[in-house]
Antibody
Framework: QVQLQESGPGLVKPSETLSLTCTVS????????WSWIRQPPGKGLEWIGY???????NYNPSLKSRVTISVDTSKNQFSLKLKSVTAADTAVYFC????????????WGQGTLVTVSS | QSALTQPASVSGSPGQSITISCTGT?????????VSWFQQHPGKAPKLMIY???NRPSGVSNRFSGSKSGNTASLTISGLQADDEADYYC??????????FGGGTKLTVL
């Protein structure tokens, strides 16, 4: 059973960069697509982007200018960087398996709350 | 890319059936058979319940079913149970090669 676990700071200052890591266990990060999805408090879900184990990426057009997703296959991890954050980026951030068409968001991490505040 | 449209809330009594709609456009729901449904209990991660319009992952009860007509997808839950009370989200692949979610529907089991 694949398991995912998000980690990173829970508080980020406005205009700084949000950085999170997702560690995959119970399976290899190879040959799969991996996504970041977020949920502002009390609101709906928003797909941020995905990465393939080879390093190819695809981002939500609305966030593309601020997002970078990378992968470290040696550590079975993938990471999210979101720059120039504002209060609107405050959300629970989930990592999940899937993202390319024909794949499904079938395994999710528990989520981690990131608050943007000075 | 605008969020898909879902009713804010639906309710039903134990044993009844309910249907949640998810309306998009020809650029997402209407254009692709890549519609999924997720169940989310408070404070938990979403759980995949339906993928590719009408397929159930292993382990998901056959009380959950999905369908699509034009730009609207639907999730039907039959034989409502107390544990079905949760938020439900639809998602669709889009013409811009991205994913869009619905605003979510709160299901109350009376």
């Amino acid at each position: 059973q694949v398991q995912l676990q998000e980690s990173g700071p829970g508080l980020v200052k406005p205009s700084e960069t949000l950085s999170l890591t997702c560690t995959v266990s119970g399976g290899s990060i190879s040959s799969n697509y991996w996504s970041w999805i977020r949920q502002p408090p009390g609101k709906g879900l928003e797909w941020i982007g995905y990465i393939y184990y080879s390093g190819s990426t695809n981002y939500n057009p609305s966030l593309k200018s601020r997002v970078t997703i990378s992968v470290d296959t040696s550590k079975n991890q993938f990471s999210l960087k979101l720059k120039s954050v504002t209060a609107a980026d405050t959300a629970v951030y989930f990592c999940a398996r899937g993202g390319e068409v024909g794949t499904d968001f079938d395994f999710w991490g528990q989520g981690t709350l990131v608050t943007v505040s000075s | 890319q605008s969020a898909l449209t879902q009713p804010a809330s639906v309710s039903g009594s134990p044993g009844q059936s309910i249907t949640i709609s998810c309306t998009g456009t020809t650029s997402d729901v209407g254009g692709y058979n890549y519609v999924s449904w997720f169940q989310q209990h408070p404070g938990k991660a979403p759980k995949l319940m339906i993928y590719e319009v009408n397929n159930r992952p292993s382990g998901v009860s056959n009380r959950f079913s999905g369908s699509k007509s034009g730009n609207t997808a639907s999730l039907t839950i039959s034989g409502l149970q107390a544990d079905d009370e949760a938020d439900y989200y639809c998602s669709s692949y889009t013409r811009s090669s991205s994913w869009v979610f619905g605003g979510g529907t709160k299901l109350t089991v009376l």
